[in-house]
């Protein structure tokens, strides 16, 4: 193959489709150790977990795209070594492909277990990452059972709301001093938390899972790090997800808090590129792993410019999103650092968090609240940085303040 790219994640299908939209023509080969096509991982935990939408929507492109552009996709087709020096990856099958090009590693993230010691794997123990994960536990999800989330980032608050909607008993525990700890402030935290208290999940801060509890291989309860005790049905992890580093590693790739790659997405490694969540890239001085569809889809894309020749810096330009019962977070830029935080209350329950640091606007968290969203993410692109008193007041027209 002239390009093989390991993983069919939305890296890996971002970078096949922008090589051949700028017109190369050599071959792609792109291997996927799921037995499905690259499809959205961020629906799994909200509309696909409720049932609103099915797999075949999850899919980012008709199946037949690959094939009729040329991209031979190989699901089911788990890398278990690259030798650089050969330019050739080991398959599980015992087969093996070389490259002539480049190979591009988009080989994501895993998610944190809980640890066998503490009853992580009994049965009823669930993560939710992939669509086998949620294939497995959409079942289990019947109203009137009883769950405990362990984690309260975004993928446990995530996993909260949809228990909920489908009439489960939902308790959440969070470790740390509250929820969103690593991710958001304090006022975002307050704003999520109510929401889950209005909706009957039993969140509860400062409190950490001591063991799972088993009968005949199967969890029924947990006991706290507080000393309670809970009965419960089944348990979902949402402690976070690591880089999947492990053939890099093998391979002699540099590692920095996932693959390190430079300016134009290059590994340590000549003819060895990297995206999406498994790499970590340079952000104003820092290096960072940016997990998010964002992310995954325009590095992806500005690896496939840059094999080709482009020499393009890639920028990272960070935003995410989240659903939770009926309110749609969407958040613009990165908020390290922040010093000051500005609330602007919207219409209708409308309303928005907005980082500041030394002056300068660097995130905006939106709940329901597009037009803030908009507004934040094109001032953050374009370094405009208004008057927090101004920004602050909801009388202010957001569209004034991108034309000032």
Known sequence: MDVLIIGAGQAAASCAARLRAEGFDGSIAVLGAEEAPPYQRPALSKAYLTGAIGRERLFLRPEAFYPDNGIDLRTGCRVTGIDPAARRVILAD???????????????????????AIGGDLAGVHVLRDLVDADGLSPALEAGRRVLVVGGGYVGLEAAAVCAKRGLAVTLIEATPRILQRVAAPETADYFRALHHGQGVDLREGVGLARLVGDAGRVVGAELTDGTT?????VIAGIGITPDTALAEAAGVALDNGIAVDAECRTSIPGIWAAGDCASCLFEGQRIRLESVGNAVDMGEAVARNILGAGLAYGPKPWFWSDQFDVKLQIAGLNIGYDALHVRAGDRGARSHWYYRKGRLIAVDAMNDPRGYMTG??????GVSPDAALLADPTTDLRALMRA
């Open 94 to 116: 015992g087969g093996s492909l070389t490259w002539s090009r480049a190979l591009v590693l988009a080989t994501g993230s895993v998610p944190r277990r809980l640890p066998a």
């Open 230 to 234: 809970l009965p419960v049905d089944l």
């Open 377 to 382: 993410k094109r001032l953050i692109e374009s």
